[in-house]
C-alpha cells in the first residue's frame, strides 16, 4: 500500500510518500517561516495564499522524488482539520481533485491523529496503546491512545498551547519566529535559576495544562530589566539568556509534572510497562526530551519520540495516518468539510 500525503494546516506546505511497510519514498516541507517573520506569527491569509502558490509543485516533486506515477498509489490522505482553515482548504481541495481524477481513495485525516500516530511509523514496536504527550504550537495535551481512531484525553491546556509560550516568550525577548529553537539556544548559555518564575499547575491533581501566569511572570520580569537595563527598554544578552533558561526550565517542570500524574492514570487501566510518546514540534527540545527521559526511567516506562523532522509539521505523519486508516477500510468521501476545529477526542474509525 503507498499513500500520498498532503499537509497544509499550519504554515508548512508538504507532501510525502510512504507505503505499509514504513518507507518514507519522499517527504517534501517548503516552510514558510520567512513569509510570516516581520510579523512576528503565522498571518492566515498569506499561509493560505502561498499554500495555494506551491502546492502543485510540491505533489509533483514528492512524486518525483517517489519516482512514480499518481497512478501508482493506492491512496490520497490529506489534513482535514484542525488548522487555519484557509490553508486547510487549499490542502483538501487539492487531495479531492487527485483522489476524483485519478479514482483513488481519500483520506481524511486529523491532523492531530497525524501527530499521535507518527511514532508507529518509525517505530514498529511502538503498538497500541501508549501514552502520548502531544506538544505543538496550537496543543498540548495528555492522550491515552488506545488504537487507531480511538483516543481518551486524559487532560488539555486550559489556557495557552506550550509552543505559543516558547512563542510569545520569543517574542517579548526579542528573539525571532518561532521562539522555540531560538530559546532553546539561548538556554544554553542562561542561567536557569536566576528567576523564580512560576511553575502552573505543579502539585495539582490531573492531568490539565496551564502557561498564562507563566507568561505573565516573563513579561513582568521583561518589563523590570528593561526598566534597569543598559539602554531605555533594552535587555542584556545575558538577561535574554537567563530569562530564556528560566522559561524553559519552569515550562518543562509543569510538563514533567501533569505527564507524572498521566503515567500514573494510565498504568492504573493498562497492565504491563508503558509506553510514552511524545510528538509535536515542542518534541524537538532537548531539555524536555532530557527531562522525559528521566520520568520514563524513573516510572519504568519507556519513552518514544519521533526524529525532529516528524515531530515538526510534515505530509509523512499524514500519509502514514492514511496509511493506518485505508488498511482498516477507513475512506472519506469527495465532499467531506473541512474543519477549523477539531478534537481529538471527536476522530472516530467507523468507515464513513
Ligand atoms: O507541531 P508544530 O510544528 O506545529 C503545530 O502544529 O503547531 O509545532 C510548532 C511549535 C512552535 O510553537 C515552535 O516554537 C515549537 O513548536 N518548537 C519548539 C522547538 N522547535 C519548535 N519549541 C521548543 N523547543 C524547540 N526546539
Ligand atoms: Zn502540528
Keep these: 500500500m503507498i499513500v500520498l500525503g498532503i499537509e497544509t494546516s499550519c504554515d508548512e506546505t508538504a507532501a510525502a510518500v510512504v507505503t505499509e511497510s514504513r518507507e518514507i519514498l519522499a517527504n517534501k516541507v517548503l516552510s514558510q517561516l520567512a513569509e510570516h517573520a516581520p510579523y512576528g506569527g503565522v498571518v492566515p491569509e498569506i499561509a493560505a495564499r502561498s499554500h495555494l502558490d506551491h502546492i502543485d509543485r510540491l505533489v509533483a516533486q514528492a512524486m518525483e522524488e517517489a519516482a512514480m506515477d499518481l497512478a501508482a498509489l493506492d491512496g490520497i490522505a490529506v489534513t482535514g482539520g484542525p488548522g487555519l482553515i484557509g490553508g486547510v482548504m487549499v490542502g483538501a481541495i487539492t487531495a479531492k481533485t487527485l483522489a476524483q481524477v485519478l479514482g483513488k481513495p481519500l483520506i481524511n485525516v486529523n491532523h492531530l491523529e497525524a501527530h499521535a500516530l507518527s511514532v508507529r511509523l518509525v517505530e514498529p514496536g511502538a503498538d497500541f496503546p501508549y501514552l502520548l504527550l502531544l506538544v505543538t504550537g496550537g496543543h498540548c495535551q495528555l492522550v491515552s491512545v488506545e488504537d487507531v481512531g480511538r483516543y481518551t484525553v486524559l487532560g488539555t491546556t486550559i489556557d495557552d498551547a506550550i509552543g505559543e509560550a516558547f512563542d510569545k516568550t520569543a517574542k517579548m525577548l526579542g528573539l525571532p519566529y518561532p521562539g522555540g529553537p531560538a530559546i532553546e539556544a539561548a538556554a544554553k548559555r542562561g542561567n536557569a535559576a536566576r528567576f523564580d518564575l512560576p511553575r502552573p499547575m505543579l502539585g495539582r491533581p490531573g492531568c490539565d495544562f496551564s502557561f498564562s501566569g507563566l507568561k505573565t511572570a516573563v513579561a513582568q520580569t521583561v518589563d523590570r530589566l528593561s526598566a534597569e537595563g543598559p539602554g531605555a527598554g533594552e535587555l542584556s544578552a545575558a538577561d535574554i539568556d537567563d530569562v530564556a533558561a528560566s522559561f524553559q526550565a519552569a515550562a518543562a517542570a509543569t510538563v514533567l509534572d501533569r505527564a507524572r500524574n498521566a503515567l500514573a492514570a494510565f498504568r492504573a487501566t493498562h497492565p504491563g510497562t ?31 519520540a519521533p526524529p525532529p523532522e516528524l515531530c515538526t509539521d510534515n505530509a509523512a505523519m499524514v500519509a502514514w495516518a492514511g496509511v493506518e486508516r485505508l488498511g482498516r477500510g477507513l475512506t472519506d468521501p469527495l465532499d467531506f468539510a473541512p474543519r477549523p476545529r477539531w478534537p481529538l477526542g471527536d476522530v472516530r474509525a467507523e468507515p464513513a
Excluded: I, K, Q
Design 274 to 304: 508503558p509506553r510514552l510518546v511524545v510528538a509535536g514540534g515542542v518534541a524537538a527540545n532537548r531539555a524536555l526530551r532530557t527531562a522525559l527521559e528521566g520520568l520514563a526511567g524513573e516510572a519504568g516506562a519507556v519513552l518514544s
